[in-house]
């Protein structure tokens, strides 16, 4: 299979760090695939309309996207912990998926908000966007202890990565002040062959 993939976006991250869980890395080809907001990449565009990464093209030439899809179908081809598991627990993991997943959506659509020439910003957007964090961080806060206490899955995968971003494009936020359960359950995160393999560059 092959990867359209970038070393900057988390969500391509996050899939990276599932196929080194599960074992998969090696079936996967990497083509580096620029893509932004306003930067359509044909090559993506042809399999995804959406031009988003990741996007996963099967050896059928068929393409699989989200990433939470994708990682799904990565739980379809071994045989170890599942990333979503079944039952009870798969739901919980899913909602703290939503969370998780959804604090990115949030914070790339904050950093292109951001990175817009000054006249351009709305600071009703930027508010909203900095309201919306403050209180995911502080609800991610209080219930990290409770993620820890299920096995390693897709919702810690994804926190990891959304907490890798806030360091690698907030790196202003100082957001471990004041979150030391959050501060370290990224160090344990921060410390997993997986997480040490595909941390973001801007390369
Ligand atoms: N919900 C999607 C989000 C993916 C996403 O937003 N990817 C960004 C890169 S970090 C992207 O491809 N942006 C290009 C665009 O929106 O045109 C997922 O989970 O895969």
Partial sequence: MKLHWSPKSPFVRKVMVAAHETGLVDKIALVRSPVAMTSLNPAVMAVNPLNKLPTLILDDGSAVYDSLVICLYFDSLHQGPRLVPAGEAGLRTLVRHALGNGFLDLLILWR????????????????????????????????VGEWEKAPFDLSHITLGCALGYLDFRFEQMGWRDGRPALAAFFERFSARPSAQATAPTDG
Wanted: glycine share 4%.
């Fill in 112 to 143: 292109n908000e951001r990175d817009r020439p000054a006249e351009r910003r709305s600071p009703p957007h930027l508010d909203g966007f900095a309201a919306k964090c403050e209180a995911t961080l502080a609800v991610l806060e209080a219930e």
